[in-house]
């Protein structure tokens, strides 16, 4: 247990529906970081919040992706509209600073 | 850019030892190491950061060349409980993007 806590672990969801995620980071991190991997692949990269700032946005998160870091605590991510595509591991991550990442164990969509 | 690792799986027996290499085409200013087992989060192993700097596992040694561009990961005497994917990662120049390598798939048999 890294301290990082992810809900729901599993979220299984119907094409079209919109389905939200929370990450609580370890308390004094003040860096936290969204990803998405599917299987096989490495982490993807989607956001990065400088405590409650969304300073970086990938190119990847399209419209229906949006995600929030409210008073620089806890984060949200919200996919809207949900297609089969999105389909994947959803990865928190909080750092103290540029250094370690201390990964959630992770939210696991299913979109039927 | 994604950095290449190479190589792409390796299987090893007990007590042997590997390297894992992390390629990238931009600058790195610091790379880490993490592993990821089937179906759990990625785990810290190494941080490596410009000037030598290192931070990390004790069993598990690393190299950062920054001219070169690269760093390699060293497992000695491998454990059962080396098996996993292994990734590099570092921060995209001028950025807040972070990056993860292709991955190397290593098993460890007894």
């Known amino acids: 247990d890294t301290g990082v806590s992810q809900d729901p672990r599993h979220k299984i969801t119907k094409r079209g529906q919109n389905v939200t995620f929370r990450c609580d980071p370890i308390s004094e991190h003040n860096r936290l970081y969204w990803y998405r991997q599917t299987l096989g692949q490495g982490p993807e990269f989607l956001t990065y919040f400088q405590n409650e700032a969304q300073l970086e946005k990938s190119r990847l998160l399209s419209d229906r992706f949006s995600a929030e870091r409210p008073k620089g605590s806890f984060s949200t991510l919200e996919i809207q509209r949900t297609e089969q595509g999105d389909s994947a591991m959803y990865l928190c991550?909080?750092?103290?600073?540029?250094?370690?990442?201390?990964f959630g164990p992770g939210t696991r969509l299913t979109v039927l | 850019q994604q950095p290449v690792q190479s190589p792409q799986a390796v299987i090893l027996r007990e007590g042997e030892d590997a390297v894992i290499n992390c390629s990238s085409s931009k600058a790195l200013y610091s790379v880490h190491w993490y592993r990821q087992k089937h179906g759990e989060a990625p785990v810290f192993l190494m941080i490596?950061?410009?000037?030598?700097e290192q931070k990390g596992h004790d069993k598990i040694s690393a190299s950062f060349n920054e001219k070169k561009q690269q760093s390699s990961l060293y497992l000695t005497a491998s454990q059962l409980s080396y098996s996993g994917t292994y990734f590099c990662?570092?921060?995209?120049?001028?950025?807040?993007?972070?990056?993860f390598g292709t991955g190397t798939r290593l098993k460890v048999l007894a």
């Open positions: 490596l950061l410009k000037g030598g």
């Open positions: 991550a909080s750092s103290l600073g540029a250094d370690i990442q201390y």
């Open positions: 990662g570092t921060g995209a120049s001028g950025t807040y993007k972070y990056i």
